[in-house]
C-alpha cells in the first residue's frame, strides 16, 4: 500500500510569486490535512479537506488557499509570497468516516520544503 | 480546543538504555486519540504509537509504550532498548478536526 506523496520536495520562490504543492493520499484516505512547521511556531494546521469539501481551516490569512479534487488528492496554494512562508509543509491523510471528525490516525508524506528568497 | 505540552526540550539515552519522554494535555473532546510522532532528520513525520481515550490498556508497539493517566491528562511515551535509529525529534499530539502539537523532545543516542 502507497504511502502518502508529496511533491515537489523542494521549491525556491521570490517573493511576491505564487506556489503550488501537491498531496497524494494513501488509498481510501478522504480526509487530507495541511500542516506548516517552522523552528519559530512548530507545527500549525492550516486546513483539512474531506470528500472535496474544506472542512476545516486553520488561523492563516488568505494567501494560503487549497483544494481537493474527486480522486482526493489535494493542492495547496500560497500566493504572494512572503520570506515568513518559507517553511516544511507537511500533509497528513487519514481515514475518516463520513460525518465523524474522529482522527483514528495521520500518515504523512515527507514535505515539501519551501524557501522563499 | 486542545493544547499540548511538552517540558523536555531535550533528552538523551545511552543506547540499549529506556528513556521516557513527558506529554500533558488538554482537550475539550470527549472521545480522542493521543499520538506519539518520530521526525527524524529526513523531516517525515512517523507515526510511532497511539492511544484511543476510551482504552484504559496502555498502547504498546515492540519497544515502544505508552503510560496513559488520562485523570492527570499525561501521556508518556517510554523507548525501551534504544537504538541509535531511535535519534530523532519525538511530538506528542491530539486533535479530532485538526492534530495540536507539542514543540518536541529532540532524543540523543548515544552510543
Known amino acids: 500500500k502507497a504511502g502518502v506523496t508529496q511533491t515537489p520536495r523542494y521549491l525556491i520562490k521570490t517573493r511576491g510569486q505564487q506556489v503550488t504543492l501537491s498531496c497524494s493520499p494513501i488509498?481510501?484516505?478522504?480526509?487530507v490535512s495541511w500542516y506548516q512547521q517552522t523552528p519559530g511556531q512548530g507545527l500549525q494546521f492550516l486546513f483539512e479537506y474531506f470528500s472535496e469539501t474544506q472542512r476545516n481551516k486553520g488561523n492563516f490569512p488568505g494567501r494560503f488557499s487549497g483544494r481537493q479534487f474527486s480522486n482526493s488528492r489535494s493542492e495547496m496554494n500560497v500566493s504572494t509570497l512572503e520570506l515568513g512562508d518559507s517553511a516544511l509543509y507537511l500533509c497528513?491523510?487519514?481515514?475518516?468516516?463520513?460525518?465523524?471528525?474522529?482522527?483514528?490516525?495521520?500518515?504523512f508524506g515527507q514535505g515539501t520544503r519551501l524557501t522563499v528568497v | 480546543a486542545q493544547t499540548v505540552t511538552q517540558s523536555q526540550p531535550e533528552m538523551s539515552v545511552q543506547e540499549a538504555e529506556t528513556v521516557t519522554l513527558s506529554c500533558t494535555y488538554d482537550t475539550s473532546e470527549s472521545d480522542y486519540y493521543l499520538f506519539w510522532y518520530k521526525q527524524p532528520p529526513s523531516r517525515q513525520m512517523i507515526l510511532v504509537i497511539r492511544q484511543e481515550a476510551y482504552k484504559q490498556q496502555n498502547a504498546t508497539e515492540n519497544r515502544f509504550s505508552v503510560n496513559f493517566q488520562k485523570a492527570a491528562k499525561s501521556f508518556s511515551l517510554k523507548i525501551s532498548d534504544s537504538q541509535l535509529g531511535d535519534a530523532a525529534m519525538y511530538f506528542c499530539?491530539?486533535?479530532?478536526?485538526?492534530?495540536?502539537f507539542g514543540t518536541g523532545t529532540r532524543l540523543t543516542i548515544i552510543p
Open positions: 499530539a491530539t486533535g479530532n478536526e485538526k492534530l495540536t
Open positions: 497528513a491523510s487519514s481515514f475518516k468516516k463520513t460525518g465523524s471528525y474522529k482522527n483514528t490516525e495521520a500518515f
Open positions: 488509498s481510501g484516505h478522504r480526509s
